[in-house]
């Protein structure tokens, strides 16, 4: 057993968020339950008047699905489904910010299908899928699984108390997973694992856990279990933050990822836009993760290879990148091609460049075969602080990078190899090499400007946008007011063109 902090499981699921990996699939089990307010097993065999599991097994064993489902019913749910507990809350954030994509959980409760349906950011019903053991063909599951949409599923191993499918027994237990191993194990090969409210008690769901080929992570907020401790390979993280209902918002606020408030009603004012600074586009656009990843495309390089990343505007339906990142491609008259998130390639017209910065934009005519919902931008200020959030499609994984503003005003800085730079805006974001163009979005998903330089180092994350206040005239193909007021900073300090 190799014993791990907290922090280093945060860390680990940053750098998984950032370099685009997967993440590891999650197991839940009775433990997430309890702490959001289930009952207990206890508090089940006082309902059916048995002593224990075997009293209840016997029991339980003689009954029919239409009876199990009256009997348990209203002892596996909520009477009120629209108070998501905070833990589930943070789940299902942190599934719609793509830091879990696949749940496998023993709980036949509907907890966390309710906190996915009302996630924040919204996780729109396209986004996951809720496959419950014991109702879907056994058969079908490996392609459920494979698939890449819905992003998000949910695997309920034991059945769900809304449908009268359900595994109480031992015997029933052993014949749900049996049946659904051979579509199963396939799907989860060499994936981690991570651990959440399980105790791994149970022979089959340990062997699950512990064969994928990945690592196993296990969480338990006061020690491991003695028929674990003699896992070698196993990661245990052994804190007061893995209680299930402090384990996710735990994760939530260490990650960054903080579910935004709730739209603002009409009436509200909106924010005070830099004097000059037009105003922010409205226009539909993305409004999820998923929208997000799916309206931001690799720029070819020679060779065909990602170089940078661009990102598709839901209007003007046009492309935007870095034009120092795409200039040697066009001046060499190699034409541009974009790497669309399904993989597919496309060519790009060039429809004009800014040269009033080294930076440009550049504007892509987007192709016509090019799906995703495009993104907005908004031109208002930020303040040091805000959560910003950036997308790099440079490779073939889409990465996803969190972090901060650290100041309101711009500044200018030495960026070799072209000089000074000004305009620019600082943020503490990890990216990774081809970030260029890649777009920083903020917590409604619209754009506040896009990567031009920055540092894959966690220690120093010091990464620099140009803010879209600047650019967004051009894009929209309009002369627009400079503001004249705007504070410039001069900096020393030396960055690396990314």
Same mark, same amino acid.
Not at 19 to 27: A, F, I, K
């Given at each position: 057993?190799?014993?791990?902090?907290?922090?280093?499981?945060?860390?680990?699921?940053?750098?998984?968020?950032?370099?685009?990996?997967?993440?590891?699939?999650?197991?839940?089990?009775?433990?997430?339950?309890?702490?959001?307010?289930?009952?207990?097993?206890?508090?089940?065999?006082?309902?059916?008047?048995?002593?224990?599991?075997?009293?209840?097994?016997?029991?339980?064993?003689?009954?029919?699905?239409?009876?199990?489902?009256?009997?348990?019913?209203?002892?596996?749910?909520?009477?009120?489904?629209?108070?998501?507990?905070?833990?589930?809350?943070?789940?299902?954030?942190?599934?719609?910010?793509?830091?879990?994509?696949?749940?496998?959980?023993?709980?036949?409760?509907?907890?966390?299908?309710?906190?996915?349906?009302?996630?924040?950011?919204?996780?729109?019903?396209?986004?996951?899928?809720?496959?419950?053991?014991?109702?879907?063909?056994?058969?079908?599951?490996?392609?459920?699984?494979?698939?890449?949409?819905?992003?998000?599923?949910?695997?309920?191993?034991?059945?769900?108390?809304?449908?009268?499918?359900?595994?109480?027994?031992?015997?029933?237990?052993?014949?749900?997973?049996?049946?659904?191993?051979?579509?199963?194990?396939?799907?989860?090969?060499?994936?981690?694992?991570?651990?959440?409210?399980?105790?791994?008690?149970?022979?089959?769901?340990?062997?699950?856990?512990?064969?994928?080929?990945?690592?196993?992570?296990?969480?338990?907020?006061?020690?491991?279990?003695?028929?674990?401790?003699?896992?070698?390979?196993?990661?245990?993280?052994?804190?007061?933050?893995?209680?299930?209902?402090?384990?996710?918002?735990?994760?939530?606020?260490?990650?960054?990822?903080?579910? !935004?408030?709730?739209?603002? @009603? &009409? *009436? +509200?004012?909106?924010?005070?836009?830099?004097?000059?600074? $037009?105003? /922010?586009?409205? =226009?539909?656009?993305?409004?999820?993760?998923?929208?997000?990843?799916?309206?931001?495309?690799?720029?070819?390089?020679?060779?065909?290879?990602?170089?940078?990343?661009?990102?598709?505007?839901?209007?003007?339906?046009?492309?935007?990148?870095?034009?120092?990142?795409?200039?040697?491609?066009?001046?060499?008259?190699?034409?541009?091609?974009?790497?669309?998130?399904?993989?597919?390639?496309?060519?790009?017209?060039?429809?004009?460049?800014?040269?009033?910065?080294?930076?440009? !934009?550049?504007?892509?005519? @987007? &192709? *016509? +075969?090019?799906?995703?919902?495009?993104?907005?931008?908004? $031109?208002? /200020?930020?303040? =040091?602080?805000?959560?910003?959030?950036?997308?790099?499609?440079?490779?073939?994984?889409?990465?996803?990078?969190?972090?901060?503003?650290?100041?309101?005003?711009?500044?200018?800085?030495?960026?070799?190899?072209?000089?000074?730079?000004?305009?620019?805006?600082?943020?503490?974001?990890?990216?990774?090499?081809?970030?260029?163009?890649?777009?920083?979005?903020?917590?409604?998903?619209?754009?506040?400007?896009?990567?031009?330089?920055?540092?894959?180092?966690?220690?120093?994350?010091?990464?620099?946008?140009?803010?879209?206040?600047?650019?967004?005239?051009?894009?929209?193909?309009?002369?627009?007011?400079?503001?004249?007021?705007?504070?410039?900073?001069?900096?020393?300090?030396?960055?690396?063109?990314?």
């Amino acid at each position: 057993m190799v014993e791990r902090t907290f922090a280093e499981l945060v860390r680990d699921l940053r750098q998984r968020r950032t370099l685009g990996e997967r993440p590891p699939v999650l197991l839940l089990g009775a433990g997430a339950s309890v702490d959001a307010g289930i009952g207990a097993m206890d508090e089940l065999y006082k309902f059916f008047g048995v002593a224990d599991f075997d009293s209840f097994s016997k029991f339980i064993a003689t009954t029919t699905p239409a009876e199990r489902y009256r009997y348990l019913a209203d002892f596996l749910q909520k009477r009120q489904p629209a108070e998501v507990t905070p833990g589930y809350q943070a789940l299902a954030t942190l599934c719609a910010q793509n830091a879990f994509d696949l749940v496998l959980t023993t709980n036949m409760d509907p907890l966390l299908d309710d906190a996915l349906t009302a996630a924040r950011p919204p996780l729109w019903r396209k986004d996951f899928l809720l496959i419950v053991n014991g109702v879907i063909r056994s058969d079908r599951l490996g392609l459920l699984l494979r698939g890449q949409t819905p992003r998000v599923k949910v695997v309920k191993l034991h059945g769900e108390v809304l449908q009268p499918f359900m595994a109480w027994t031992v015997e029933e237990m052993n014949t749900f997973l049996a049946e659904i191993a051979p579509s199963l194990e396939p799907a989860i090969a060499g994936r981690d694992v991570l651990v959440v409210g399980h105790s791994l008690r149970d022979e089959r769901i340990r062997d699950l856990a512990q064969t994928t080929g990945g690592d196993l992570w296990f969480t338990h907020p006061v020690k491991v279990p003695d028929h674990l401790a003699g896992d070698a390979a196993m990661r245990a993280v052994v804190a007061p933050e893995a209680a299930f209902e402090k384990f996710f918002p735990a994760l939530v606020e260490a990650l960054l990822l903080q579910a !935004p408030a709730p739209p603002a @009603a &009409p *009436a +509200a004012a909106a924010p005070r836009a830099r004097p000059g600074a $037009a105003p /922010p586009i409205v =226009a539909k656009g993305a409004g999820t993760l998923d929208d997000l990843l799916a309206s931001v495309v690799a720029v070819a390089g020679p060779g065909g290879e990602p170089s940078s990343t661009a990102f598709l505007l839901a209007e003007p339906r046009v492309v935007v990148c870095d034009a120092f990142a795409v200039r040697p491609m066009i001046e060499a008259s190699q034409g541009l091609e974009l790497i669309a998130s399904d993989g597919r390639r496309h060519k790009a017209r060039v429809l004009r460049t800014n040269a009033a910065h080294p930076f440009g !934009p550049t504007v892509l005519e @987007a &192709p *016509a +075969a090019l799906e995703g919902p495009g993104l907005r931008v908004d $031109a208002s /200020p930020m303040k =040091a602080g805000d959560i910003v959030q950036v997308a790099v499609a440079a490779g073939e994984k889409t990465g996803i990078s969190t972090g901060a503003i650290t100041a309101a005003v711009e500044t200018a800085i030495e960026i070799a190899p072209i000089g000074r730079v000004r305009h620019l805006v600082s943020m503490n974001a990890v990216v990774r090499p081809g970030s260029s163009g890649a777009p920083v979005v903020d917590n409604t998903m619209a754009v506040r400007g896009f990567i031009v330089a920055g540092s894959s180092d966690e220690t120093n994350p010091a990464s620099l946008m140009y803010p879209s206040w600047r650019w967004m005239d051009f894009v929209l193909g309009r002369k627009g007011n400079r503001p004249r007021t705007a504070r410039v900073t001069k900096k020393r300090t030396k960055r690396k063109k990314k």
